[in-house]
């Protein structure tokens, strides 16, 4: 019986995190819920696994939450994201959206207690304090993205040594078939129609630019000690194969299995054992063939931006993200268009004095300046 906290339970990955536990009850407890603002979700999930406390942290939606009767334990908005991650937890499962997966990664960290990172950003911005944490402690860190699950299965048994090259594979979003003169007109509503996955908005609006692969080629290179340049993105558009690792003798590993992220949260959360999922199996039959291409950097210029930003490290990688970040609730906002995403990030980037010593208040204080100088111009 391991015991869980999950952030970001009324998330995507949180709603099939909880579905894992569904599943085998034997096998898990859950602690602690987060979330941000879904107050009247979060309440049905604790009727539903009846944790010690839960917490929102948006403040309206936590006044909200504790003004609705609920009788548990509710933690305070502003300190949620600490107080949630306890010494006697087993793993934290971090499904939060953007930079506020750092902080409750470090501190599990500190506790020595397990991590299973569903939240790219953490790393992106602080691989360098997450990899230090890391050598004092006996955490284990584990991807839950899909890719990096895939990665991570295509290592296992092998000396990272003998790594040529990581393959990161990307549907390559709403958009890949449009012309680049056709990306200018397109609309928030659109972006939002993934043609393989479903997720939250941010995400699927980043894989629509591309940046989402971006960010994954940094978190990879930190997950897995390689050289950003050593991960290299190609579209695969059935979503089959999650991502691939080639060895120096030639030989290519895979993973493979139906578009779902049950699968990779429950390894995540199981490892090493391999459970039932109910996840559809790949009938290759049907499926036939599967396609490869080079992704196009002119039309989706955010994942070269990503790849430069990574190859050159330190906080310039914070600036990139919160750029982003506010760059895609723009565009959600109907603020800005399409490609004026990577506009306004290779904007910020350009003119971003970098630091490449840097701590968890630089990376805080980083992501709070680009934001709230960003929206004030666009006076939002």
Known sequence: MKLLTLIGSTGSIGRQTL???????????????????????????ANEFRPEFIALTNKEASEKLVSSGYSGKILPYDTALEDCVTPDLDVVLVACSGINGLIPTLKAISYNVDVALANKETLVVGG?????????????????????????????????????????TASGGAFRDLKKEEL???KAKDALKHPNWNMGKKITIDCAT??????????????????????????HPESIIHSMVEYNDGAVMAQMGTPSMVLPIQYALTYPERLETGVSQVDFLKVRKLNFYEPDRDRFPCLRIAEEVGRVGGLLRTAMNAANDVAVDLFLKDKIGFMEIPELVLG?????????????????????EIKEKIYSKYGV
């Open 210 to 235: 591309l940046m989402n692969k971006g960010l994954e080629i940094i978190e990879a290179s930190f997950l897995f000690d390689v050289e950003v340049g050593k991960v290299v993105p190609i579209i």
């Open 184 to 186: 200018y007109a397109v």
């Open 19 to 45: 579905q894992v536990v569904r599943h085998y009850p034997d096998k898990f407890k859950v602690k602690g819920l987060i979330a941000h603002s879904d107050w009247e979700n979060l309440i049905k999930q």
């Open 128 to 168: 360098e304090l997450v990899k230090s944490a890391l050598k004092g402690s006996s955490s284990n860190l584990y991807p839950v993205d899909s890719e990096h699950s895939a990665i991570w299965q295509s290592i296992n048994g092998n000396d990272r040594k003998d790594i040529k090259r990581i393959i990161i």
């Open 348 to 368: 910020e980037v350009n003119k971003f004095q970098n630091k490449k010593d840097f701590n968890l208040f630089d990376v805080l204080t980083c992501d709070r």
